[in-house]
């Protein structure tokens, strides 16, 4: 496989923002519309990107042969929540579960960090398998009425970085239906 690095979005990068984030199929299961214009790429990355970055998060490219594949995202909430999407034709080559880990070792050699989440949907087991690739390990279950306008059952898997982390339990707590699966 050939590597593939992380960098921070630039405004030389909307196009490829425009152009990932406006297939339907790769926003299929992320809290957002899919793209309708170039604006709505502007919009993302000094809305969404610059802020995150503002307040104390992380916001990359990831980049193949000097082409941005995909993004992959640490929030400044406290739930230290990472978030990914890779361009479809690029789906199922181990780019994702690269760059989560390059994220995962950036996070950890920094320190500052006890423990980060990462969630994905039921009907999107591929993205599962990614955070159990990177070291991720399942914590529990729980079900959001989504922003999309139905509910959504999301899995909720979790790396401590620091001994004796207990599980974050927000997201528990917040929603009413929340169980424990067999994985």
Not at 20 to 34: A, G, W, Y
Request: net charge negative; glycine share 6%; proline share 3%.
């Amino acid at each position: 496989m050939r590597d593939i690095i992380l960098r921070p979005f630039t405004t030389d990068d909307i196009n490829s923002l425009y152009e990932m984030l406006s297939d339907n199929e790769t926003v299929r299961f992320m809290p957002i519309q899919p793209f309708k214009t170039i604006r709505d790429a502007t919009s993302f990355y000094e809305n969404v990107i610059q802020r995150n970055i503002e307040n104390g998060g992380k916001y990359y490219a990831i980049v193949l042969d000097r082409a941005v594949i995909g993004q992959i995202n640490l929030s400044s909430s406290a739930s230290n929540d990472i978030g990914y999407s890779i361009k479809r034709e690029h789906w199922g080559h181990g780019h994702a579960s690269k760059a989560l880990s390059l994220l995962l070792n950036e996070i950890e050699e920094e320190g500052r960090l006890s423990f980060i989440t990462a969630t994905h949907d039921v009907n999107n087991p591929r993205s599962g398998r990614v955070m159990q690739k990177a070291g991720l390990v399942y914590k529990y279950t729980y079900v959001e009425p989504w922003c999309k306008g139905f509910d959504v059952s999301f899995r909720l898997y979790q790396k401590n970085f620091k001994a004796g982390e207990s599980t974050y339990m927000e997201y528990w707590e917040k929603y009413e239906r929340h169980f424990i699966e067999e994985i």
